[in-house]
Structures are given as C-alpha cells and as structure tokens.
C-alpha cells in the first residue's frame, strides 16, 4: 500500500502503517440527517454506517446479520436508495439523508407497508423485517406499482428463512393495490 505524506511523498511499510493507525484513531466529525432529525457526531473513520446507527444513536431496529454484505438485514435507505449499512462507512454519508426503519411509523401509528406485513403474517421472527421494509420502501420509491416479478427483484438481496417470501409479496401487493387500506377501512 501507497499512503502519499506531506509534499506528494511517497511513503510504504511500517511508517505507512503507522501513518494509518493514527489516522483511524483520529476522530473525524460527520453531520447528517436521520429520519429527518440532523445528527452531529465524531466518529473513527472506520466506523461504519450500521455501527454508529446502532451503537452510537441507539437506532437499533437497523439489524446486523451477516456484517459482510449478503443477507441484506442491515439495509437502510439513503437518499431515498437502500444501502446496506454494514458495507457503508460512516463517514459516506457526511450530509446525506439517512432512513431507518424507526422513521416509518409511530408507536401505535405502524407505516401502512408495516401494517400490511402484520396483517399477511410476512413478519415471523422479524429479523429480516426492518431491512425488507427499506428495500420494498427503496422499490415503491422508483416504482410506486411493481408486479409480482418486480417485487420479487426488489427483495432479491434480502434474506428472510421463515416466510418463504410468498406472504412478503402479498403483503407488498395489498399496498400497491390499496386493498390493505380496504379491509382496514372495510
Ligand atoms: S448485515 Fe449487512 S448485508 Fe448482512
Ligand atoms: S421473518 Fe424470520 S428471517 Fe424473515
């Protein structure tokens, strides 16, 4: 590895590393927003997204499943596109606009995407739920009536091992379709 030091020297080995260390140990300042509240902390720059959303700001409905970018459980949206948390550093999302799943609903006042979920019995354990509730957010967002396929496309990187993904799907639909909103109506 290259690490360029001071007037574009070059410089490699143990110094490098040190130069490195220090650098991580060095805490940098990062402000942004987070379900619509602005958040101004100092962070190592190795954090990741996921880390300082759950252990700094104590949003823990964002999961850590696999840490290395495969099940999709840590999935938050930024910007409005989901991301996975765990492969995100921190400090990438310096003024950027970050949603959780703790921004969808209120206690007792649940999304209707959330509802919808309960009401198709598409949460089980519930571990997967938070990262699929950003990714179908992230799909209705570009897509406000994706079919069967498109639904199925947009939770492709989300691992669930209890639903079978059918109920997920349904639950989407009766959103899409509006007749979630019926039967609560109804
Ligand atoms: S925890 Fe991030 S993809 Fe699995
Ligand atoms: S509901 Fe258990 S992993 Fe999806």
Redesign the pocket.
């Known amino acids: 590895m290259i690490v360029k030091e001071g007037a574009g020297e070059s410089v490699t080995g143990p110094m490098a590393k040190r130069g490195i260390k220090r650098f991580m140990k060095k805490k940098i300042p990062l402000s942004f927003t987070v379900n619509g509240e602005e958040v101004e902390l100092y962070i190592s720059p190795n954090r990741t997204l996921?880390e300082v959303l759950r252990e700094e700001l104590e949003l823990t409905g964002t999961k850590?499943?696999?840490?290395?970018?495969?099940?999709?459980?840590?999935t938050v949206l930024c910007d409005g596109v989901p991301v996975?948390?765990?492969?995100t550093l921190a400090m990438e999302v310096d003024r950027h606009d970050i949603t959780t799943v703790e921004g969808l609903g209120e206690q007792g006042e649940p999304d209707p995407l959330q509802q919808s979920f309960i009401d198709h019995g598409a949460v089980q354990c519930g571990f997967c739920t938070p990262g699929m509730l950003m990714s179908v957010k992230g799909l209705l967002k570009r897509n406000p009536a994706p079919g069967e396929e498109e639904i199925r496309r947009g939770i492709s990187g989300n691992i669930c091992r209890c639903t079978g993904y059918t109920k997920i799907v349904e639950a989407v639909t009766a959103v899409t379709t509006g007749s979630n909103r019926k039967n609560h109506e109804g």
């Open positions: 996921l850590e499943g696999c840490g290395e970018g495969v099940c999709g459980s840590c996975r948390s765990c492969l």
